[in-house]
């Protein structure tokens, strides 16, 4: 159990310290965007899951963002009841949870 404690603390401090400074050309879906901006962040984050109601949401006109990387994804998910966001050892996963 202490590498998995130890694994888990080293992604989380990553995360915490993680800024994203990305503009993306539209037109993209809300779920393209998420990949983009998690790949590109300064300690970038692998994608684990994310949910079907990013994929719907599309785009017409490019988007900035500039900010930590926990406030970019609170900002996407609060656009959808529900959704939150996590991070497990797979990467980054977004949910419309009951």
């Not at 990013?54 to 500039?66: A, I």
Request: aromatic share 6%; charged share 20%; net charge negative.
């Amino acid at each position: 159990m202490p590498n998995r404690s130890m694994k888990d603390r080293a992604t989380l401090e990553s995360f915490l310290g993680s800024f994203v400074s990305l503009s993306i050309p539209g037109p993209a879906t809300l779920q393209e965007q998420v990949i983009q901006i998690a790949n590109r962040a300064t300690n970038p984050l692998a994608v684990g899951s994310l949910c079907d109601e990013l994929n719907n949401v599309k785009l017409s006109r490019g988007s900035t963002y500039s900010d930590s990387l926990g406030n970019i994804l609170d900002e996407i998910a609060e656009n959808f009841p529900n959704m939150r966001w996590w991070i497990t050892e797979r990467g980054l996963n977004m949910a419309i949870v009951p």
